[in-house]
């Protein structure tokens, strides 16, 4: 896929985080970006923004009718959007909130495949590009989806669900030009992490096996691009994380 202005980006969470590391990446590229997120405050100036919550179907379609009125169909979809909630499965005598699990497959899981299978199906309607694909959803799963650690049952379930998602997408989508690719990041310096104490930081930069360093947001942005122009990426979940395992705590 190339990308230029007539390429618009669709990024779910793209008002924080990685998403909007994402999102001002390809900005500053003069590419058009569109994002859905609960709170679109932290989006990039001059991208065009709809306020989802992408657990709900209804909501998503309402934003991509949005967007898409402003930018066109979206030819690549970063799906950022999700939350990370930490609760034991039993603890201080007592089971894990069902209603929290819930809300968190509902947010990581239901909500990437709500926005992911909505833009398949904008992307199945485009005319193929000069090498015959029409789209590149990239989902984001998580390394937790592999080694969760403590107090992450629901959220290594949510990013569990994520990562084998890819694989039966992208063959569901492979006649119509569409492919699917997810990444799996480690621990990245977003806003949450640099609010951290440094000595905290810096030990959660040493379970890293090289470099002994945090992921830079731009660094999953970059690694978006590359998916986004190299056609033979398909159907897989790249991890990006230094060689981290997580240990239990």
Do not use: W
Not at 42 to 53: F, I, Q, R, S, Y
Not at 88 to 112: E, W, Y
Not at 194 to 213: H, N, T, Y
């Amino acid at each position: 896929m190339k990308l230029d202005h007539t390429t618009p980006v669709l990024i779910s969470g793209g008002a924080s985080g990685l998403g909007a590391a994402t999102a001002q990446y390809f900005q500053a590229q003069d590419i058009p970006v569109g994002v859905i997120d609960l709170n679109t405050d932290g989006a990039p100036d001059g991208a065009v923004t709809a306020k989802t919550d992408i657990s709900d179907a209804g909501q998503v379609a309402a934003a991509l009718a949005l967007i898409r009125a402003e930018h066109g169909q979206e030819r690549l979809v970063v799906n950022c959007a999700g939350i990370a909630p930490s609760a034991k499965t039993v603890s201080r005598g007592a089971a894990h909130d069902p209603a929290l699990f819930s809300k968190v497959m509902q947010i990581n899981l239901i909500g990437t495949f709500n926005v992911a299978s909505q833009c398949a199906l904008g992307m199945s309607a485009l005319d193929p590009m000069e090498d015959g694909e029409r789209g590149v959803i990239i989902n984001t799963a998580s390394i937790a989806a592999y080694e969760g650690q403590m107090g992450q049952v629901a959220y290594a379930a949510s990013k569990g669900g994520v990562a084998p998602m890819t694989l039966p997408m992208a063959r569901d989508m492979a006649k119509l030009g569409v492919r699917i690719m997810a990444i799996a990041p480690g621990i990245f310096l977003t806003p949450i992490v640099s609010r951290m104490p440094q000595e905290v930081q810096d030990a959660l930069a040493g379970i890293s096996e090289f470099p002994k360093l945090l992921g830079h947001p731009n660094e999953f942005a970059r690694l978006v691009e590359t998916i986004a122009t190299n056609t033979m990426l398909n159907g897989e979940v790249i991890r990006l994380d230094a060689g981290t395992r997580m240990q239990a705590k």
